[in-house]
């Protein structure tokens, strides 16, 4: 009792006089400050005992981690006024992005302590009131979004002489009076429609679109002669444009998609499901089978008998099929699985689409199975965004990750530079994919298998930890007889059928990951002539005799002071790869062990003083700081 105590309270002074290395506290206890004066819907994993410039969704630090220069919280539920005094204590904020929630209020008039503002995102709100009359306090605003709220009064005069100021967009409120003559130097998009503004348009503004002021009653004054009239926009067809260069559609429907997909698109419209994660994970802890089904799924069944596009996050995901289909795709590499396509669709949305191939189960088991791996939602394991079912076909659709997976990293994919990797990032990666693997053992109720891991199956997530992909195909594909492969390299010893991985050989293989960070080796790979070197084995020999500063990768060695880590980790990846399985450790421990190669990292994510234990989905959002 007492030491709990004593730990809660190293753990509250450790929090205020802050020796955790980087971590800004002022700009957190403000942050706490906010969300526990907001209420919202959807929770947020800002742990009050781990790092904001880590762990915090939504939050991005200065460089140096002494600062919070960037909020972006859009669609998380929050209703209700901004707490006072609160967000306006980050001074340092230069991004702030609470877009498509539902706050209400008047602007907040401390937002004017916020000097380096640069983005603002506060469209789809419910925000009312007046815009602020002094716009001159944010003098590096660089893009500007309040567009549909409720904001009325004018427009404010000060918005003039920003001389950063590109994007303004104040379209779907009730603003009303005159336009004033807005002296923007740089501004480029400028948004005024559907307002309430009257009067003539200021010349200031006239080389601005007609468009952008309709929805007002705006006379374009004597100009109208001068210039050529602004032809209507053209009617709104719900025909797609179609991609003029014709190599993506090639693609994607030359080699992706056979022909029964063309037949469902001749066969019809697509009907979209998009029902909410709540939902869901009650009809998971309900039913799937006895009518559990939320109302829009059962719609969905009868209006579509056979085959869609089954999304798991909310509607905001906006392609369908058709989009897939048009998407140019790219091969990005084939796995033991199937094969996997970088889809670029028309909007810019990147996707990745994996083909699956040899897929035995039957559509209700494979959905089941898609249910199970898309209601995870956590920071290191890679999120299914939707998949697809047909008798000839079946996707998944995953998240992209620009900087491709740690096996490209390490061992460099041909014709490409191989990234170096410090021990710092390894370290991160091995930590991350620990945690990935660990929660997905404790899905369904703790008999989830990721029956795939691998370092090509390891990304980095928007914080550079580990994230793990492809999880939970082994128990629907057909059983494969291990090919002579890189794959095999990872597995373990008594798994002679792939569909009979199991935990264990989970462990085993992500042992073997292990080993790849600390070695820079291919888990199978030549020696000088044609001799095959199977990783494991090799690690064992040279550490067998007594070589082990020999198996770390030399690119680590110009590191200081880490090789006592490098050989704690080894120790770790060895318990993995046991011959035996029931003497390789379980993933919650191997979490524990490498978090405690590094005492801090540890030391940051206890468990205890939860601000809210659930973490938010990935999908909200990473935003990059020219786009909302
Ligand atoms: C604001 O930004 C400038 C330049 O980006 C920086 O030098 C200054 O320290 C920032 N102010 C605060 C309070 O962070
Ligand atoms: C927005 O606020 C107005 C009143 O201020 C209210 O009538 C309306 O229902 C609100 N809309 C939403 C979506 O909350
Ligand atoms: C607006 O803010 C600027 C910068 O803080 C200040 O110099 C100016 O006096 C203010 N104007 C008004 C009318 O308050
Ligand atoms: C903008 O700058 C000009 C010249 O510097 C000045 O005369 C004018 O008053 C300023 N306008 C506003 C609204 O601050
Ligand atoms: C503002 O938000 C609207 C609605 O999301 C969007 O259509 C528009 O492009 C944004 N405008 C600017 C200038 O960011
Ligand atoms: C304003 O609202 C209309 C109708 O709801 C919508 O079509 C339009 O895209 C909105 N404009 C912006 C900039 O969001
Ligand atoms: C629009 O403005 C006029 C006067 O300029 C006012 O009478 C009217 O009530 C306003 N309408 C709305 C919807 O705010
Ligand atoms: C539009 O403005 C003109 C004067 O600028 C006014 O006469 C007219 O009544 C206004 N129309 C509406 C619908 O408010």
Same mark, same amino acid.
């Given at each position: 009792?007492?030491? %709990?105590?004593?730990?809660?309270?190293?753990?509250?002074?450790?929090?205020?006089?802050?020796?955790?290395?980087?971590?800004?506290?002022?700009?957190?206890?403000?942050?706490?400050?906010?969300?526990?004066?907001?209420?919202?819907?959807?929770?947020?994993?800002?742990?009050?005992?781990? +790092?904001? $410039?880590?762990?915090?969704?939504?939050?991005? $630090?200065?460089?140096?981690?002494?600062?919070?220069?960037?909020?972006?919280?859009?669609?998380?539920?929050?209703?209700? +006024?901004?707490?006072?005094?609160?967000?306006?204590?980050?001074?340092? %904020?230069?991004?702030?992005?609470?877009?498509?929630?539902?706050?209400?209020?008047?602007?907040?008039?401390?937002?004017?302590?916020?000097?380096?503002?640069?983005?603002?995102?506060?469209?789809?709100?419910?925000?009312?009131?007046?815009?602020?009359?002094?716009?001159?306090?944010?003098?590096? @605003?660089?893009?500007?979004?309040?567009?549909?709220?409720?904001?009325?009064?004018?427009?404010?005069?000060?918005?003039?002489? @920003?001389?950063?100021?590109?994007?303004?967009? @104040?379209?779907?409120?009730?603003?009303?009076?005159?336009?004033?003559?807005?002296?923007?130097?740089?501004?480029?998009?400028?948004?005024?429609?559907?307002?309430?503004?009257?009067?003539?348009?200021?010349?200031?503004?006239?080389?601005?679109?007609?468009?952008?002021?309709?929805?007002?009653?705006?006379?374009?004054?004597?100009?109208?002669?001068?210039?050529?009239?602004?032809?209507?926009?053209?009617?709104?067809?719900?025909?797609?444009?179609?991609?003029?260069?014709?190599?993506?559609?090639?693609?994607?429907?030359?080699? *992706?998609?056979?022909?029964?997909? %063309?037949?469902?698109?001749?066969?019809?419209?697509?009907?979209?499901? $998009?029902?909410?994660?709540?939902?869901?994970?009650?009809?998971?802890?309900?039913?799937?089978?006895?009518?559990?089904?939320?109302?829009?799924?059962?719609?969905?069944?009868?209006?579509?008998?056979?085959?869609?596009?089954?999304?798991?996050?909310? $509607?905001?995901?906006?392609?369908?099929?058709?989009?897939?289909?048009?998407?140019?795709?790219?091969?990005?590499?084939?796995?033991?699985?199937?094969?996997?396509?970088?889809?670029?669709?028309?909007?810019?949305?990147?996707?990745?689409?994996?083909?699956?191939?040899?897929?035995s189960a039957g559509k209700r088991d494979f959905e089941q199975q898609m249910e199970i791996v898309g209601s995870i939602r956590h920071e290191n394991v890679a999120e299914l965004k939707a998949y697809y079912?047909?008798?000839?076909?079946?996707?998944?659709?995953?998240?992209?990750?620009?900087?491709?997976?740690?096996?490209?990293?390490?061992?460099?994919?041909?014709?490409?530079?191989?990234?170096?990797?410090?021990?710092?990032?390894?370290?991160?990666?091995?930590?991350?994919?620990?945690?990935?693997?660990?929660?997905?053992?404790?899905?369904?109720?703790?008999?989830?298998?990721?029956?795939?891991?691998?370092?090509?199956?390891?990304?980095?997530n928007s914080q550079q930890y580990g994230c793990v992909s492809d999880l939970g195909l082994a128990t629907i594909t057909s059983s494969l007889s291990p090919p002579i492969s890189r794959a095999a390299g990872?597995r373990a010893p008594e798994v002679t059928d792939t569909r009979k991985a199991t935990q264990a050989s989970d462990v085993f293989s992500f042992g073997v990951v292990l080993l790849e960070l600390l070695t820079?080796?291919?888990?199978?790979?030549?020696?000088?002539?044609?001799?095959?070197?199977?990783?494991?084995?090799?690690?064992?020999?040279?550490?067998?005799?007594?070589?082990?500063?020999?198996?770390?990768?030399?690119?680590?060695?110009?590191?200081?002071?880490?090789?006592?880590?490098?050989?704690?980790?080894?120790?770790?990846? @060895?318990?993995?790869?046991?011959?035996?399985?029931?003497?390789?450790?379980?993933? +919650?421990? *191997?979490?524990?062990?490498?978090?405690?190669?590094?005492?801090?990292?540890?030391?940051?994510?206890?468990?205890?003083?939860?601000?809210?234990?659930?973490?938010?989905?990935?999908?909200?959002?990473?935003?990059?700081?020219?786009?909302?």
């Open positions: 009792m007492e030491a %709990l105590w004593i730990f809660r309270f190293v753990l509250v002074m450790g929090l205020v006089f802050s020796p955790i290395n980087g971590d800004p506290v002022e700009d957190k206890l403000a942050l706490l400050d906010f969300v526990k004066n907001l209420p919202h819907s959807r929770s947020l994993n800002w742990n009050a005992a781990s +790092p904001v $410039c880590h762990y915090w969704t939504g939050i991005t $630090c200065s460089q140096d981690e002494s600062r919070v220069i960037a909020v972006r919280l859009p669609g998380v539920g929050f209703h209700g +006024p901004i707490p006072p005094n609160t967000l306006s204590r980050l001074s340092a %904020l230069q991004i702030l992005s609470l877009r498509s929630n539902r706050i209400t209020g008047d602007f907040p008039l401390d937002f004017s302590k916020l000097s380096n503002l640069s983005y603002l995102y506060l469209q789809f709100n419910n925000f009312s009131g007046p815009l602020p009359s002094n716009f001159s306090v944010w003098k590096n @605003l660089v893009f500007v979004n309040l567009s549909n709220n409720g904001f009325n009064g004018q427009i404010p005069n000060s918005l003039s002489n @920003l001389t950063s100021l590109t994007g303004l967009n @104040l379209a779907n409120n009730s603003l009303s009076g005159e336009i004033p003559d807005l002296q923007i130097p740089r501004l480029q998009v400028l948004d005024l429609s559907n307002n309430n503004l009257s009067g003539s348009l200021p010349e200031s503004l006239q080389r601005f679109p007609r468009s952008v002021f309709v929805g007002n009653n705006i006379s374009f004054g004597n100009s109208l002669s001068n210039n050529p009239p602004v032809p209507a926009p053209l009617p709104v067809s719900n025909e797609k444009p179609k991609k003029s260069g014709g190599l993506g559609e090639a693609a994607l429907l030359g080699i *992706i998609i056979a022909g029964g997909i %063309l037949g469902l698109l001749a066969f019809g419209f697509l009907i979209l499901v $998009c029902f909410s994660r709540r939902k869901r994970e009650d009809e998971y802890s309900g039913d799937l089978q006895k009518g559990g089904m939320s109302p829009e799924k059962v719609i969905s069944r009868t209006q579509d008998a056979n085959n869609r596009l089954v999304f798991f996050e909310g $509607c905001h995901y906006a392609f369908d099929l058709e989009d897939l289909l048009r998407a140019s795709a790219e091969v990005l590499g084939k796995g033991t699985f199937g094969t996997a396509y970088k889809a670029i669709l028309e909007d810019a949305t990147i996707v990745v689409v994996k083909r699956l191939k040899d897929v079912y047909s008798k000839d076909e079946k996707l998944m659709v995953y998240d992209f990750f620009g900087q491709g997976s740690v096996s490209a990293m390490l061992h460099g994919k041909r014709g490409e530079e191989k990234t170096p990797l410090d021990w710092d990032t390894r370290l991160r990666i091995a930590v991350g994919a620990a945690r990935g693997i660990a929660r997905v053992h404790a899905e369904n109720g703790g008999k989830l298998v990721h029956g795939n891991v691998k370092s090509s199956n390891i990304f980095l990872y820079g080796k291919s888990p199978i790979h030549a020696t000088g002539g044609e001799e095959i070197v199977h990783l494991v084995r090799w690690v064992h020999s040279v550490v067998r005799e007594e070589w082990t500063a020999e198996v770390f990768d030399v690119e680590l060695m110009r590191y200081p002071n880490i090789e006592e880590e490098m050989v704690e980790m080894l120790q770790i990846a @060895l318990s993995c790869v046991a011959r035996i399985p029931d003497q390789r450790p379980k993933m +919650p421990e *191997i979490v524990k062990m490498i978090e405690n190669v590094r005492p801090m990292e540890a030391e940051n994510r206890p468990s205890t003083n939860q601000l809210e234990s659930s973490m938010l989905p990935q999908a909200v959002e990473t935003e990059n700081s020219t786009t909302q």
